[in-house]
Protein backbone atom coordinates (compact mmCIF):
# COMPACT_ATOMS: atom_id res chain seq x y z
CA UNK A 1 0.00 0.00 0.00
CA UNK A 2 1.01 3.42 -1.18
CA UNK A 3 -1.22 5.90 0.99
CA UNK A 4 -4.60 4.89 -0.47
CA UNK A 5 -3.35 3.24 -3.46
CA UNK A 6 -2.53 -0.70 -3.69
CA UNK A 7 0.68 -1.27 -6.04
CA UNK A 8 1.56 -4.96 -6.95
CA UNK A 9 5.29 -5.01 -7.60
CA UNK A 10 6.75 -7.71 -10.47
CA UNK A 11 9.92 -9.07 -10.63
CA UNK A 12 11.50 -10.99 -12.99
CA UNK A 13 13.89 -13.41 -11.75
CA UNK A 14 17.14 -15.04 -13.03
CA UNK A 15 18.42 -12.41 -14.85
CA UNK A 16 21.76 -10.52 -13.14
CA UNK A 17 19.85 -6.99 -13.91
CA UNK A 18 15.84 -8.06 -13.37
CA UNK A 19 12.91 -5.78 -14.49
CA UNK A 20 11.07 -4.91 -11.79
CA UNK A 21 7.48 -2.81 -12.26
CA UNK A 22 5.22 -1.22 -9.85
CA UNK A 23 1.37 -1.41 -11.21
CA UNK A 24 -1.18 0.27 -9.27
CA UNK A 25 -4.64 -2.50 -9.16
CA UNK A 26 -7.86 -2.22 -7.87
CA UNK A 27 -9.26 -4.73 -5.01
CA UNK A 28 -12.47 -6.19 -5.81
CA UNK A 29 -14.12 -7.96 -3.03
CA UNK A 30 -15.07 -11.35 -3.63
CA UNK A 31 -18.38 -12.93 -2.17
CA UNK A 32 -16.05 -16.00 -0.51
CA UNK A 33 -12.60 -17.31 -0.22
CA UNK A 34 -11.02 -17.91 -3.30
CA UNK A 35 -10.82 -21.42 -3.77
CA UNK A 36 -7.85 -21.18 -5.92
CA UNK A 37 -5.12 -18.94 -7.78
CA UNK A 38 -6.17 -17.52 -11.01
CA UNK A 39 -4.17 -15.49 -13.79
CA UNK A 40 -6.51 -13.66 -16.42
CA UNK A 41 -5.31 -12.32 -19.65
CA UNK A 42 -6.84 -10.27 -22.54
CA UNK A 43 -4.89 -10.21 -25.54
CA UNK A 44 -4.15 -6.71 -27.30
CA UNK A 45 -4.37 -5.23 -30.88
CA UNK A 46 -0.44 -5.99 -31.23
CA UNK A 47 -1.37 -10.03 -30.17
CA UNK A 48 0.43 -9.17 -27.03
CA UNK A 49 -0.78 -10.95 -23.44
CA UNK A 50 -1.79 -8.11 -21.15
CA UNK A 51 -2.31 -8.94 -17.20
CA UNK A 52 -6.22 -8.06 -16.23
CA UNK A 53 -6.47 -9.74 -13.21
CA UNK A 54 -4.64 -11.92 -10.50
CA UNK A 55 -6.86 -13.72 -8.04
CA UNK A 56 -5.09 -15.72 -4.74
CA UNK A 57 -6.28 -18.56 -3.63
CA UNK A 58 -7.70 -17.97 0.44
CA UNK A 59 -8.11 -14.34 -0.45
CA UNK A 60 -11.37 -12.15 -0.21
CA UNK A 61 -10.23 -10.06 -3.07
CA UNK A 62 -9.21 -10.43 -6.52
CA UNK A 63 -6.77 -7.61 -7.96
CA UNK A 64 -7.80 -5.89 -11.01
CA UNK A 65 -5.62 -4.02 -13.15
Avoid at 25 to 32: E, G, I, N, Q, S
Amino acid sequence: MEAQNHIMLFRQLGKSKPAEARVKCKLVPLKAKAESDQVIYVVNAANEKVLQTLTFRGDLAQHVF
